[in-house]
């Protein structure tokens, strides 16, 4: 199976900061990243597919890239309604495995 | 517009079998793959299995095969996870997610708010 290990596990981070979350396979998965966010008690968004491609609706301040192991998901200036659990998933091969999520609390 | 509707979740014990069904508005299920994907209390997401448009592919998280069975009712706009031999590891919040189109990418792209599944005596 692939293993995805998200960095940081936790972050604080204030209004208007630039964030970078990162992802990392455990073998090389081509572009086959996804990007989700969530809020408690609600179900996960799909921000991202495809390491980069941004799903219709969801703001340009939100970014991803990378190919093969490495890959990153920005957010240019941090907004209130940011503040979420990101989770990086692969869509290379199943199981589709998923981060074990990034916690970006209020600084 | 795109809806999904998961029911079925409770309260069960160790051992004992649930029936989870998902049901899919706004769209022509048998268009689309689909998927379970599980949250555990505070946990993170752990994709639980997948489902193709017309059901001839199907594939299980290791830690459910050969306990759990995916199906599709297209004509009924259902999705199903029969859940058997259910375990404490187990019990999570269930959702029911839509891919991309008719063949499994892995992708879900719309969710269900979810059913939660309780496995303790």
């Known amino acids: 199976d692939i293993q995805m290990t998200q960095s940081p596990s936790s972050l604080s981070a204030s209004i208007g900061d630039r964030v970078t979350i990162t992802c990392r396979a455990s073998?090389?998965?081509?572009?086959?990243l996804n990007w989700y966010q969530q809020k408690p008690g609600k179900a996960p968004r799909l921000l991202i597919n495809?390491?980069?491609n941004l799903q219709s609706g969801v703001p340009s301040r939100f970014s991803g890239s990378g190919s093969g192991t490495d890959f990153t998901l920005t957010i240019s200036s941090l907004q209130p309604e940011d503040y979420a659990t990101y989770y990086c998933?692969?869509?290379?091969?199943?199981?589709?495995?998923f981060g074990r999520g990034t916690n970006l609390e209020i600084k | 517009e795109v809806q999904l509707v998961e029911s079925g979740g409770g309260l069960v014990k160790p051992g004992g079998s649930l029936r989870l069904s998902c049901t899919a508005s706004?769209?022509?299920?048998?268009?689309?793959?689909m998927n379970w994907v599980r949250q555990a209390p505070g946990k993170g997401l752990e994709w639980v299995s997948s489902?193709?448009?017309?059901?001839?592919?199907?594939y299980y998280a290791d830690s459910v095969r050969g306990r759990f069975t995916i199906s599709r009712d297209n004509a009924a706009n259902s999705l199903y996870l029969q859940m058997n031999n259910l375990r404490a590891e187990d019990t999570a919040v269930y959702y029911c997610?839509?891919?991309?189109?008719?063949?499994?990418?892995?992708?879900?792209?719309?969710w269900g708010q979810g059913t939660l599944v309780t496995v303790s005596s």
């Open positions: 997610a839509r891919d991309e189109g008719p063949r499994i990418t892995g992708t879900p792209l719309y």
């Open positions: 489902i193709s448009s017309s059901g001839g592919y199907i």
């Open positions: 073998q090389s998965i081509s572009f086959y």
């Open positions: 998933q692969q869509s290379y091969s199943t199981p589709h495995t």
């Open positions: 495809a390491a980069s």
């Open positions: 706004g769209f022509t299920l048998g268009s689309y793959s």
